[in-house]
Every structure is written in C-alpha cells, then in structure tokens.
C-alpha cells in the first residue's frame, strides 16, 4: 500500500557540479525536494520506489534494482552516484535476482536514466537510510492506462510503499526554453500543480497524453504512475515549490 509519495522535478542541473556552482535560483528546489524526501522518511516506509523518465524509445516500465549506477560524467563533470546509495539499506551492490518492484529482472548493464540519476543524488545528498531503494523507468509514450496499471502494481499488497515520482513540467514557459514559447504551456502546468498540491488522482489522470508530449512535459507519465499506486489511499497533498526558470516548470510536492 502506498503510505507517501514526493514529486520532484529532474533537471541535471539540480547537481551543482553539473550547474559548475551556478544555477543559484534552483537553491529553494533543491531545498523543497530536501523536505519532500523528510515526509518520505517520516512516513516510515518497507520500500522506496523511484519512478521517471526513461530515455529510449521503447515505453517500459523498466525496472532498475538498487545499487544500479548513474553517472553525469555526460555533461562534463566526473560525478557518479548509486541508486540507494554505496551502502544503503539494501546492502553493497543492491539486492540479486528480480526487482523488488515489479518481479522482472534488470538488462544487464543498463546504467540509471537521467532522472533516476537525480533521485538517486538527491538521495545520497540527505543520506537516505529509511528503506531499501529501487527505481522504475517510464516513456514519455506511455498511454495513461499503462500508467496507471504500473502504479496500482506497485502499491498492491501489503508492503510499505513510498514512491518518489522525478518529472518536469512544459518546457514551454518562455521564448529560451527547450520547446519555445507556447502559451498553452502556463495553464498546464497550473493544472498540475493543483493536482499534485490536492492529491487529486482524477486531476493527474485526465492529462491530456498529446498535449503533454507537445509541451515537453517529460513527468506527465511519472505523474500517472503515481495516480495508480495512489488510487483509493486518501493521502493528502502540499506543493511545496513551484517556478519555471529557464522556461521549465519545476514543482516539488509531498503527499501523506
């Protein structure tokens, strides 16, 4: 059962090495996404399960045990990180056999995706140690139904859960961001925020799969993840953060 989820967004430019000290005006990000990982902790859970955006083509879900390795050494910078951490609760290297989350083994030698990646550093940046650690990769082609079936797999039984859900908005917001400007863009990301702020589960599933890809908005698929391990839980939802610097909509959220 799903206990507490946070969403955060997944920007390698959350990892300051990557950001080569600059990007100060995602100070107050990094700072919610801290608090967001607190309610996770606080919320006591058997297992922590990391869902974002793959980055191949086929939808998954891909499973990725703890210990799988990330790396950003992609963007010039020589920083590697491990999903649950080098030692985390899980043990060295993670467990053997089939993810803990969905029963399917790995790919041998898949490295973390890029937003996992980021889970995974924002995890060792709060020294997670509440529950052992896996990962779930999802495309961004991923219809809602499939989303939704993979989170209500996640939440079945009667384990702990907690999810940490990485995701940004459009990337719409402004005449230099990645998809240039569109002005459908600010009422999306609106209408997410309110969503993710109220834990409303019909609000995140009713996102509109083709406008959300138009927009660049690579969390849409996390989203109704979280909107299928959250069916029928009655968690509560606080959005913690929300800004779009670099024309990319950004929110951090806890549910409870």
Known sequence: MLVAAAVCPCPPLLVPAV???????LDAARTACDGALGVLAAARPDRLI???PAERESPGPDPYPEGTRGSFRGFGVPVDVVLGGPGGPGGPGGP????????????????????LAVAAWL??????????VSGLGVGTSLGTEDCVRAGARLAAGPERVALLVMGDASACRSVKAPGYLDERAAPF??????????ADVAALKALD???AAELKAAGRAPWQVLAGAAEGAGLDGQLLHEDAPYGVGYLVAAWT
């Open 19 to 25: 950001a080569a000290g600059a990007a100060p005006e």
């Open 50 to 52: 990391v869902v974002g």
């Open 96 to 115: 053997d056999g089939p993810d803990g989350a969905t029963g399917e083994a790995r790919p041998a030698g898949r490295p973390l995706p890029d937003s």
């Open 123 to 132: 995890l060792e940046r709060v020294h997670w140690s509440a529950a052992p």
């Open 189 to 198: 990301d609106a209408t997410v925020a309110r969503a993710l702020g109220a």
């Open 209 to 211: 799969v083709r406008r």
